[in-house]
């Protein structure tokens, strides 16, 4: 476990103590007909996702520091993509570049065909889920989401973005729900 991963654990054992509490004052107006008990339970959930959340994310910042492809190389993935329309994964690597690019609405114009070419592939939805959630397209992204998790019950990353997504969207009880089916998952 990284340095960073070890600092979230240990934050999160105290979650249940102290800062639960304290966060649970912090929770949205929406909330503050809930029982005192229940804002706790909330707080120390999101709190233990969003540590959760940040341990899988340090690593994603390591996989984003690669390398953007040079023009020639772009070019001539372009050119496979041409001559090969259908082929999902030149789709999937054209959406992963422009991810890299920050050219969002391309991505999610490749990323989004992909997924209809090859329906089943958990790492195009899941790519595909967060461009459309960074993007406020949230039914796209939960839907996509729900689909991970349907073929694949075990991917914690998953129902921790369905988690996130829902807090987004003040779906707190759903929210919740996931956060519990991914600390399930360890």
Do not use: W
């Not at 996989?63 to 020639?72: C, L, R």
């Not at 993007?135 to 689909?147: H, L, P």
């Amino acid at each position: 476990m990284s340095d960073h991963c070890s600092f979230v654990s240990s934050q999160i054992t105290i979650t249940f103590g102290y800062e639960a509490k304290f966060a649970s004052h912090y929770l949205p107006i929406s909330m503050y007909h809930l029982p005192n008990s229940m804002k706790k339970l909330i707080a120390a959930g999101l709190i233990i996702t969003l540590g959760l959340s940040a341990c899988k994310n340090k690593n994603a910042e390591k996989e984003a520091e690669k390398s953007i492809p040079t023009k020639d190389a772009f070019a001539k993935l372009n050119d496979e993509i041409a001559a090969n329309p259908n082929r999902a994964e030149l789709l999937f690597e054209r959406g992963q570049i422009f991810i890299q690019r920050n050219v969002m609405n391309q991505a999610f114009t490749d990323l989004n065909r992909a997924c209809e070419l090859d329906s089943t592939n958990t790492e195009y939805l899941m790519v595909l889920a967060d461009v459309a959630f960074k993007t406020f397209q949230i039914k796209k992204a939960s839907d996509a989401f729900e689909k991970v998790v349907k073929l694949d019950p075990k991917n914690k990353d998953a129902y921790l973005k369905l988690s996130e997504l829902y807090f987004y969207i003040r779906g707190y009880q759903k929210s919740l729900l996931y956060s519990n089916e991914a600390l399930k998952l360890g």
